[in-house]
């Protein structure tokens, strides 16, 4: 369970940071699980650059997220450059031709693409389209890792009756240098309304040294804020691990 | 291009018309040069040029490769080989239906009365429109029709109801038997060629009576003439489940005839709502060909519009829509991600309040203040400020979609005076139809703005939209205070407000009354010219209520809900929302029962009286439960229609619907994620989970439903319309439990009492009150 926090620290803007390109897979919550990562780099006073083809973007969450550290919100959403695509066209042109005209040519970027997937799985797109999009994606965003920008993709994997469209998330796997499965874990009897209906939140636990990290759900979240255990998870936040 | 006409006379002609359409290729130079010589080389019979068309985002004139396809059967074949060819370039037009860019390029449109002059091969050689899709008066061709259905109830065949089948024709009924196949073809075709219809009517024709009639055919070889052009079959389009909006949609199959149409009702987009002349009107408007109207949702038909505003203009119709969201921070998210504007409503009974609505509110938004995918955040008009999110609208050029809306929301404003003005009649109906049509269409117009398949959408033209709505809405409330009003409710585009004084009340038949009817009304015209000025949206009365009751929410009683609301207006007409009449999974029982206790209500003239009326609707429910009871209920009004959301095996609780679903499963239906299933609830704790709930289909009326459960559905539907009048569901139960019974009904002396004997009965109603002063 450990194994997303290592694709979080792609993040981590430090020149020794080995990963450029991490992937996140699976059945769990994977954007609000990334919206943690953001969050910290954005309270680290450095811009994210979030493409989102899900219109999953919680700007709310996020400023929750941001109070429970202490920081306004204001100001970690300022920090935070946002662009939703609804069409694969439009996420394509997004990252070949957009995103590289945004970013600063010289710095290196945090760049989050949420739900990357998400518009490819359109039934109306011709799979060979699909194929086509996603490898010129895959190779841009090949491109802007090499220029030293740090790239965090969630995806999901394709519902049931679109599985042929597995090569998509296949392409992007061998695009990435990190890439992990995280899925929400079978809901207990107590918790499993809550699992379904508002799915996994964040993990928890041993957050700083990526070790015996559990789940929890968003009741358990706003329990747990309460409780103060929240704040201790995030008080070593400055040591640049989540 | 074939192209079926009418003539005056009501006699059908195949006419044939020479019609070249083309797509368009963008990209550099080198790179269309290379298109050029990809089409040569492929030897297929294309004329490609070089030439100017605009662009709509930039507004700029660009260079382009025009592509000409001579032979019409080749169009799609040479626009899809090429986009794989090539998929880097931009294309433009290539998937406008070919019947739609016949009608663009002749400026013509289905229904339209036109005259031709043809040579002796019936080809076309000129063709002129007598007509246009504006005017508000116009013919329709004479047009014969036929009924074609199964006998009996209403029932989906495709669940495995069998009955004879049905033919109508102008004054007769034939029923046809199956037991001798090659005899019903054979009727059936003479039937067909004998009255030589315009337009087949059917109940499931498309998912199967025609497609089972046309397999009867080929097995006994006796051809069936539902084609007039008898060198082609109908057109077959399977039928496929997709998602949408989080929803998983059911399309089911269609049959497209050629030179007469073919309109399944149960496959017909809202035609229970404006009917065939609502349906011919959006054909008229939107320049889709009838057949695929009636099959598509009015979304598209306002994509069709738009693009042919593009089409007039010049404007290339993009293949895909490429133009992604301008980077924004997170918190202009919070600010411009909106929807409408909601006060939620104070709870409970209200007298004389008026409804206050602006006139197709997006959409005027639209065209007044020209909200266009190309005209917001323009950079030549940066003191043209959409108010709190602050984007930029170009004041230059007009946008393609107020273009688009503009002259439908004057001709809905010209059918709604009509409407006004007209005593009711055949006449003043056809206009309600088609200005319903309007309605749908100028909906789904703002939709499509935020709609990710929309040709012209952008989702900051959406939030614009929304931005100027939630101003407009919070403006109309300052003024309405202003003016010394109480505002009860606001909801995105409407607003509840009541006055002080109460002129209505006691005894409206006075001549002081009447006086003071006429005061309020002309406040309220003062009111609506304020706000029309001040927002520059035309705002109008949509009534006033002698009652209404904002109802509670289901789950917290003390909470109030949006769109939740039962009211009765002066003139007598109930108007209701997010109740169970409303609900299209609410039995016909219940239906017809909660109906029969508003109309009681309706007439009461305030609520003092309304409150007297409690004992009536008591009696009325005890009448319904006692038919429930005693096993007078005709099953069809017990059946409950609810949307599978998955694939029936998916389900993992048996709910009702997914035990009905299962039978049908096991008896060899074939289901699909978003069909619709019928069923009938038998008893809803039985052990044995089949003997929960049977499909409508199987249900032969002889064994019992679940009376206690219908009763149960009963009298939530009581209780929600004595709710604001403080009578709670407990209570309810005890008096309806109370009341039934043959012996007792008799004497039973409920209607007698009075309200004052109903002890605190109407605390809740009184609390209200008291909060909304």
Request: include cysteine.
């Amino acid at each position: 369970m450990q194994s997303h926090t290592r694709c979080l620290r792609v993040l981590d803007d430090s020149a020794y940071n080995p990963i450029q390109i991490a992937l996140l897979f699976g059945n769990a919550d994977l954007t609000r699980l990334a919206l943690f990562g953001i969050v910290r780099v954005a309270a680290e006073q450095r811009a994210v650059w979030v493409l989102d083809g899900g219109n999953s973007f919680d700007a709310y969450f996020v400023a929750r997220l941001a109070r429970g550290w202490g920081m306004a919100p204001e100001v970690v959403l300022s920090r935070i450059q946002l662009s939703r695509a609804f069409t694969c066209y439009q996420m394509s042109e997004l990252i070949t031709r957009r995103l590289g005209a945004a970013i600063h040519p010289s710095a290196s970027a945090t760049i989050a693409c949420l739900d990357l997937l998400e518009t490819f799985y359109d039934d109306d797109v011709a799979l060979a389209d699909a194929i086509r999009l996603v490898r010129t994606v895959a190779a841009r965003l090949g491109d802007l890792a090499k220029r030293g920008n740090h790239i965090l993709i969630t995806a999901r994997e394709p519902r049931a009756g679109l599985r042929e469209r597995m090569v998509l998330l296949d392409l992007l796997k061998a695009s990435a240098q990190q890439v992990e499965r995280v899925d929400a874990p079978a809901p207990t009897s107590t918790a499993r309304t809550v699992a379904t209906q508002r799915q996994l939140v964040f993990a928890r636990g041993d957050l700083v040294n990526g070790t015996n990290v559990t789940f929890v759900y968003a009741s358990d979240f706003e329990r747990a804020n309460r409780a103060g255990e929240i704040q201790a998870c995030f008080a070593a936040r400055g040591s640049g691990s989540v | 291009m074939i192209v079926w006409v009418i003539d005056t006379e009501g006699r059908a002609h195949c006419l044939r018309d020479t019609f070249t359409p083309a797509f368009f290729v963008g990209g550099d130079p080198a790179e269309l040069l290379a298109v050029a010589h990809f089409l040569i080389d492929q030897g297929w019979s294309v004329k490609a040029s070089r030439t100017k068309r605009t662009e709509l985002f930039s507004g700029h004139s660009i260079g382009v490769l025009q592509v000409e396809v001579t032979n019409l059967n080749l169009f799609t074949i040479i626009f899809e080989r090429l986009t794989s060819a090539k998929p880097r370039l931009s294309y433009y037009n290539g998937d406008i239906s070919l019947p739609q860019m016949y009608f663009f390029a002749r400026n013509a449109f289905p229904l339209a009365f036109c005259h031709f002059v043809l040579n002796g091969d019936n080809r076309i050689l000129t063709l002129e429109v007598d007509d246009s899709p504006w005017a508000l008066d116009y013919k329709l061709p004479p047009l014969k029709r036929m009924v074609i259905r199964l006998e009996g109830d209403a029932i989906n065949p495709n669940h495995g109801y069998r009955a004879p089948l049905v033919v109508e024709t102008e004054g007769a009924t034939r029923e046809l038997n199956g037991d001798d196949p090659r005899a019903l073809l054979e009727t059936l075709r003479d039937l067909l060629m004998r009255h030589d219809p315009d337009l087949i009517v059917t109940d499931w024709g498309d998912s199967f009576i025609l497609p089972r009639l046309l397999q009867m055919s080929k097995k006994y070889n006796i051809p069936l003439p539902f084609n007039r052009d008898p060198s082609r079959p109908p057109q077959f389009r399977p039928p496929h489940s997709y998602f949408s909006y989080g929803r998983i949609v059911y399309k089911t199959a269609s049959q497209v005839l050629f030179g007469r149409w073919h309109i399944d009702r149960h496959n017909a987009f809202l035609t229970d709502d404006y009917g065939l002349e609502g349906a011919f009107e959006i054909a008229r408007l939107t320049q889709i060909p009838v057949q695929r109207v009636v099959r598509t949702s009015t979304g598209t038909g306002i994509s069709a519009m738009e693009i042919a505003t593009a089409y007039r203009r010049g404007v290339l119709v993009p293949w895909h829509k490429q133009e992604p969201e301008a980077w924004k921070s997170g918190l202009d998210l919070v600010r411009s991600d909106k929807g409408g504007l909601v006060y939620q409503p104070v709870l409970g009974l209200h007298e004389d309040v008026a409804e206050i609505d602006f006139v197709s509110m997006y959409p005027s938004i639209m065209a007044r203040l020209n909200v266009s995918p190309e005209t917001v955040n323009c950079k030549c008009c940066p003191d043209n400020r959409v108010p709190e999110i602050g984007y930029s609208i170009c004041k230059k050029r007009r946008g393609l979609v107020p273009e688009t809306v503009e002259p439908l929301i004057r001709k809905r404003v010209e059918y709604k005076k009509r409407i006004r003005e007209m005593p009711d009649g055949p006449e003043r109906e056809v206009y309600r139809r088609r200005q319903s049509a309007h309605k749908w269409l100028l909906v789904t117009c703002f939709g499509y703005l935020g709609y990710k398949n929309a040709r012209f959408g952008r989702i900051e033209a959406h939030e614009a939209v929304t931005a100027y709505g939630r101003e407009c809405l919070l403006r109309a409330k300052e003024i309405a205070e202003s003016r010394g009003l109480r505002v009860l409710h606001a909801n995105v585009d409407s607003v509840w407000v009541a006055q002080d004084r109460r002129p209505l009340t006691a005894d409206r038949d006075g001549s002081a009354a009447v006086s003071g009817q006429r005061s309020v009304v002309s406040d309220y015209d003062a009111l609506l010219e304020e706000i029309t000025q001040v927002t520059r949206i035309p705002i109008a009365l949509e009534g006033i209520y002698r009652w209404v009751a904002f109802l509670p929410s289901r789950q917290d009683e003390k909470m109030s809900v949006a769109n939740r609301y039962i009211g009765v207006f002066e003139e007598g007409e109930i108007k209701m929302r997010g109740i169970e009449t409303r609900r299209r999974d609410t039995p016909p029982f219940v239906v017809a029962a909660q109906m029969e206790m508003l109309q009681v209500l309706a007439s009461a003239e305030s609520c003092k009286e309304l409150k007297t009326l409690v004992p009536r609707v008591i009696e009325i429910a005890c009448a319904y439960a006692d038919a429930l009871r005693s096993g007078q209920v005709p099953y069809q009004n017990l059946v409950i229609t609810k949307r599978l959301s998955r694939d029936p095996m998916a389900y993992s609780k048996d709910t009702l619907l997914a035990i009905a679903a299962k039978e049908l499963l096991g008896s060899g239906v074939e289901l699909s994620p978003g069909e619709s299933i019928q069923y009938i609830i038998t008893e809803e704790h039985a052990h044995a989970k089949i003997d929960r709930a049977r499909p409508f289909v199987h249900y032969r009326g002889q064994e019992p439903y679940d009376a206690e459960k219908y009763v149960e559905l009963l009298l939530r539907a009581v209780e929600t319309v004595l709710i604001p009048l403080g009578v709670d569901g407990s209570q309810i139960a005890e008096w309806v439990k109370e009341g039934t019974g043959e012996a007792e009904r008799a004497q039973r002396d409920l209607a007698k009492k009075t309200v004052e004997s109903w002890g605190p009965l109407f605390e809740f109603a009184e609390r209200a009150k008291v909060a909304t002063r």
